[in-house]
């Protein structure tokens, strides 16, 4: 089993920043694939970006591109997601999840694909 708390959600005017945290608990060494994920209110989780745990490989979607960075600290079992220059079109509430399928069995996008998830932390940015 794996337990994921997210930390580091607030309320930032545009342009602003914050970093989030997922802290990893229970079987971390077992996960592979972790990401973020956002929800907008009445919208599906959409993945926000993801990494390889232990590699240098990310995803990142489109409109985060070039302002969000994700990365890890395996020695503290922890998940970052470090967000510049913020919109308010990135309010949402964001997940930490991980995946231990040992492979992309759904994709890196899919819900499908991550067997674990944090409770969320808000993140509200305003014009």
């Known amino acids: 089993q794996v337990q994921l708390v997210e930390s580091g959600g607030g309320s930032v005017q545009a342009g602003g920043s914050l970093r989030l945290s997922c802290a990893v608990s229970?079987?971390?060494?077992?996960?592979?694939?972790m990401a973020w994920f956002r929800q907008f209110p009445g919208k599906e989780r959409e993945v926000v970006a993801a990494?390889?745990?232990?590699?240098?490989?990310?995803y990142y979607v489109g409109s985060v591109k070039g302002r969000f960075i994700i990365s890890q600290d395996n020695d503290k079992n922890t998940m970052y997601l470090r967000m510049d220059s913020l919109k308010p079109e990135d309010t949402a509430m964001y997940y930490c999840?991980?995946?231990?399928?040992?492979?992309?069995?759904?994709?890196?996008?899919?819900?499908?694909?991550?067997?674990?998830w944090g409770q969320g932390t808000q993140v509200t940015v305003s014009s």
């Open positions: 229970g079987s971390a060494g077992s996960t592979d694939y």
């Open positions: 999840a991980a995946s231990t399928r040992g492979m992309l069995s759904y994709g890196v996008a899919s819900i499908e694909q991550y067997q674990y």
């Open positions: 990494l390889l745990r232990g590699s240098t490989w990310t």
